[in-house]
C-alpha cells in the first residue's frame, strides 16, 4: 500500500479524478429543470350562492336578483382537473343585514393550489322583511263517510289557536290554518289523535314557508250513533214492609234515547228493562230511588243512564172497592169459528180490588182490562181463564182464578155463485114447457133468495161472520 501512495503516476492519476469530481459536483447545480407540469385556467359554471347570517326568527330573505355565479379559476392541471365542482363555494354573508334592500359582495371558498381569476356576479342585491306573527283559529276539515245513520259531533282542539309567522307580504294572504282527518266508515270516536296544520291561502292552496307553531294539535271528534226515543217502562220487584202499599210512583222521565246500529234500533219499540227494587222502601211518604239504565244487546248507549223514581207509599187500609159491569174482550178469533160467551152472563164480570186510598178512590172499570183467548179452541163448549190487567200498585182481593165459559161453533163457508151447479138458461130461446107465471120472478123476492143462500141479514150471528171477513 505504501508502495503506491509513494507512485508518482499513481498520485497523478488520483488528482486528476478528484478534480473531474468536484467540477461536476458545481456546474450540476446551475443545470435548469426541464418543468413537468403547467398552469391552466378553467370556468366553472352554476356554482350556488350560499346564504347565512341571517337571523330566522327576525327576519326573511323576500329576494335576491341571482342564485348562481360564473367563476373563472387557474392553477396546476392535475389539481384543477382532480377537484369536483362542489368544492369550489360562494357565500352570502347576511349577519349584518337588516330590513331593507342591499347589495352585497360575495366571498369564496377554492381548493387548495387553485386561484380564483374572476367571478360573475361578484355583488347581488337582496330584499330582507321583517317576520310577522299572527294569530289563527285551527280549523278542521274531515273526509270520507261515516257509517250508515252515524253523525260526526262537535269536535275539541288543543290548543284552537296557533301562531303564522310570515313576511307582512304574504301574511296577509293566508285565509285559515287547518288540519285534515279521515273518518272513512268510523262507528267509534277519534280520541286524542295528533294533526298537523298547513296554512292555506284564498285560493285553497298552502302557503309552503308558513311558520306555524305548534304544527300540531290534538284532536278529539265524537260520533255520535243514530239514535231512537223509546218510552220508558218501570218494572218492579221486591215488596214493602208489612202495613205498607204503593199509593203512587213517577219517574223524573218518561222517554229515553238509545243510540246503536239502525237495524237494532228498529227492533226496540220501549225500554223494559228498568226495575224498582220496592224492598228499598222502608217508611211512609215518598222515597226517591235511582235506576241505572243498561244498554239493551247491540244498543252502544242510553240517554239518561241513570233516572229517579220517586215512589210514594202510605199505611194500609182496610179499605176495598168493588167494579161492576167490566166487559170481557176476546182475543184470537177466527173466520171459521163463532164463539159465544155463555157464562158470565152479560159477559161481564164484577171484581173487587185492594190498594191505596187514593188510588182506590179513582178507580173505573175502563181503567180495568179482562180478556179471554180463544185462539185454539174448536167446537164445543169450553171453561177459559180470565186475563184479568190492573193499574200498578192494584190487586185483586181473591187470588182464586176467574173462569168463563165459551162455546165454540163451525162456522159453515158460504159458496159464491160460480161454485153452484146452477144451469145456463138462454133467455132468447123459448121453452114451451115453461109456464109464462110460474118461471117469471116476483117483482118483490130479495136477491140474496134468488142467489141460493140462505143468510139472514137480521141474524146476529150473520153480522159476526161478516165482520170477521
Not at 57 to 78: F, M, P
Not at 283 to 293: A, C, F, N, W, Y
Not at 332 to 359: C, F, H, M, W, Y
Amino acid at each position: 500500500m505504501d508502495r503506491w501512495i509513494k507512485n508518482d503516476t499513481v498520485v497523478k492519476i488520483l488528482a486528476i479524478a478528484v478534480s473531474i469530481l468536484l467540477w461536476g459536483m458545481v456546474h450540476i447545480e446551475d443545470v435548469t429543470p426541464t418543468p413537468t407540469s403547467s398552469i391552466d385556467t378553467t370556468i366553472i359554471e352554476n356554482v350556488k350562492v350560499q346564504t347565512y347570517g341571517l337571523d330566522d326568527s327576525l327576519y326573511v330573505l323576500s329576494a335576491v336578483d341571482t342564485e348562481r355565479v360564473r367563476i373563472e379559476v387557474k392553477g396546476k392541471r392535475s389539481a384543477i382537473t382532480s377537484i369536483f365542482n362542489d368544492d369550489y363555494k360562494v357565500t352570502l354573508n347576511l349577519s349584518e343585514i337588516k330590513e331593507g334592500t342591499f347589495t352585497v359582495p360575495l366571498s369564496y371558498e377554492l381548493p387548495s393550489g387553485v386561484d380564483l381569476v374572476s367571478m360573475s356576479p361578484s355583488k347581488v342585491t337582496v330584499s330582507i322583511e321583517k317576520q310577522t306573527k299572527a294569530s289563527f283559529p285551527v280549523t278542521l276539515v274531515t273526509t270520507g263517510a261515516l257509517s250508515e245513520g252515524y253523525l260526526i259531533g262537535e269536535a275539541t282542539i288543543e290548543p284552537n289557536q296557533v301562531q303564522v309567522t310570515l313576511p307582512d307580504s304574504k301574511l296577509d294572504t293566508i285565509v285559515k290554518v287547518e288540519g285534515a282527518v279521515k273518518l272513512e266508515g268510523n262507528k267509534e270516536a277519534v280520541s286524542e289523535k295528533k294533526v298537523s296544520l298547513i296554512a292555506v291561502d284564498s285560493n285553497g292552496q298552502e302557503v309552503k314557508d308558513a311558520v306555524i307553531e305548534p304544527a300540531e294539535v290534538s284532536v278529539r271528534i265524537p260520533i255520535i250513533a243514530p239514535s231512537k226515543t223509546v218510552s220508558l217502562n218501570i218494572e218492579y220487584t221486591g215488596t214493602l214492609p208489612q202495613g205498607l202499599v204503593v199509593s203512587n210512583s213517577q219517574p223524573n222521565v218518561n222517554k229515553v234515547t238509545i243510540y246503536g246500529p239502525l237495524d237494532v234500533l228498529s227492533k226496540i219499540e220501549s225500554y223494559d228493562e228498568a226495575t224498582v227494587d220496592l224492598s228499598k222502601i222502608d217508611k211512609e211518604g215518598k222515597s226517591t230511588i235511582s235506576v241505572s239504565l243498561t244498554p239493551p244487546p247491540g244498543v252502544e248507549r242510553i240517554d239518561p243512564n241513570i233516572v229517579e223514581v220517586v215512589v210514594e207509599a202510605e199505611v194500609v187500609s182496610d179499605g176495598q172497592v168493588t167494579i161492576d159491569n167490566i166487559p170481557i174482550g176476546m182475543e184470537g178469533n177466527r173466520d171459521d169459528k163463532q164463539v159465544t160467551i155463555v157464562k158470565p152472563e152479560g159477559k161481564t164480570v164484577s171484581l173487587t180490588l185492594t190498594g191505596a186510598d187514593t188510588l182506590l178512590n179513582s178507580l173505573q172499570a175502563s181503567d180495568i182490562t179482562v180478556m179471554i183467548s180463544v185462539k185454539n179452541l174448536e167446537a164445543g163448549i169450553h171453561e177459559v181463564p180470565l186475563v184479568v190487567k190492573l193499574p200498578e200498585f192494584i190487586s185483586l182481593v181473591s187470588e182464586k182464578s176467574l173462569i168463563a165459559t165459551v162455546e165454540v161453533k163451525d162456522v159453515p163457508s158460504i159458496p159464491s155463485i160460480k161454485d153452484t151447479d146452477t144451469p145456463v138458461i138462454d133467455l132468447n130461446e123459448k121453452d114451451e114447457t115453461t109456464d109464462p107465471v110460474k118461471g117469471s120472478t116476483d117483482e118483490n123476492e130479495s136477491p140474496e133468495t134468488n142467489a141460493g143462500t140462505d143468510v139472514n141479514p137480521s141474524d146476529p150471528s150473520s153480522e159476526v161472520i161478516q165482520g170477521n171477513k
